[in-house]
């Protein structure tokens, strides 16, 4: 209980730029409209559930150990989400 759902929505909506996970709180956060990006797993359900969101970008592995932080940097800056 010390992440409601509200706090969460809020926090995210107020944010520049959001990374989550492929979890409950993602969801919400992206609902928020804020850009987001997703980390998650490379398979047929993370692929369902994060194509909906026209203000989110995703970075797929075969697991969530093979997501490294220069893969997320490099991403962000080849998008032109982040100043280097």
Known sequence: DKS???IIYSIAKKSN???SNDTGPGHIAALSNSPILFLAKD???S???LSE???GYTILGDTMKSISVKKVLDFLNKKKLIDK
């Open 4 to 6: 409601p759902p509200e």
């Open 17 to 19: 730029f959001v990374i």
């Open 43 to 45: 398979n047929a359900i």
């Open 47 to 49: 692929k369902s559930n």
């Open 53 to 55: 969101y026209k203000n």
